[in-house]
T-cell receptor
Framework: GENVEQHPSTLSVQEGDSAVIKCTYS??????FPWYKQELGKGPQLIID?????GEKKDQRIAVTLNKTAKHFSLHITETQPEDSAVYFC???????????FGTGTRLKVLA | EAGVTQFPSHSVIEKGQTVTLRCDPI?????LYWYRRVMGKEIKFLLH????????ESGMPNNRFLAERTGGTYSTLKVQPAELEDSGVYFC???????????FGPGTRLTVL
């Protein structure tokens, strides 16, 4: 079945620096790619998403890029702040279903 | 508007016992999903309800797991009898009809000793 590889598993950056997390997938019919942030003790919260007919989407300090040919999508966080520290999950919807396939998560630590 | 709620937040049981988890989706969301994250691994799909009907239960591990959604509102996930490998965080999510975006609850952390 479909699986999603997410890298890196952990990432430490200095406050103010940028962070990039990348996910690769195999099903070329995947058409929806959300990113979730999970803080301690809470459930995953949607932070940004992108559909397969769009190459890039930006929302303030957060952006997502999608390369359908190479089958990868990336989360970019600029000007990182300590409150960005959390576990980030990429996901996608496989063709013909509504279920999410998740990556294994990236623990981001922003050092003040 | 209230988000997805789950009860309990934590449950510690012994192997062989029964546990029932509850999920209340966002009001008006016909789609309800159950997922599970085992320590350090990815969040894995368990099943999907549309109203009270099971649309996809391909992720259910085995017949010790039973999910219900009577009346198409809240859902329960029962594990009977629980085994050590059932430990993990169980998430519920809901979405609108035709919507791709799923909204997650805070999860139930299940520990089987």
């Amino acid at each position: 079945g479909e699986n999603v590889e997410q890298h890196p598993s952990t990432l430490s950056v200095q406050e103010g620096d940028s962070a990039v997390i990348k996910c690769t997938y195999s099903d070329s019919a995947s058409n929806y790619f959300p990113w979730y942030k999970q803080e301690l003790g809470k459930g995953p919260q949607l932070i940004i998403d992108i559909r397969s007919n769009v190459g890039e989407k930006k929302d303030q300090r957060i952006a997502v890029t999608l390369n359908k040919t190479a089958k990868h999508f990336s989360l970019h966080i600029t000007e990182t702040q300590p409150e960005d520290s959390a576990v980030y999950f990429c996901a996608l919807i496989t063709s013909g279903t509504y279920k999410y396939i998740f990556g294994t998560g990236t623990r981001l630590k922003v050092l003040a | 508007e209230a988000g997805v709620t789950q009860f309990p937040s934590h449950s510690v049981i012994e192997k062989g016992q029964t546990v029932t988890l509850r999920c209340d989706p966002i009001s008006g969301h016909d789609n309800l999903y159950w997922y599970r994250r085992v320590m350090g691994k990815e969040i894995k799909f368990l099943l999907h309800f549309v109203k009270e009907s099971k649309q996809d239960e391909s992720g259910m591990p085995n017949n010790r797991f039973l999910a219900e959604r009577t009346g198409g509102t809240y859902s329960t996930l029962k594990v009977q009898p629980a085994e050590l490998e059932d430990s993990g965080v169980y998430f519920c999510a809901s979405s609108q009809v035709g919507g791709n975006t799923q909204y997650f609850g805070p999860g139930t952390r299940l520990t089987v000793l």
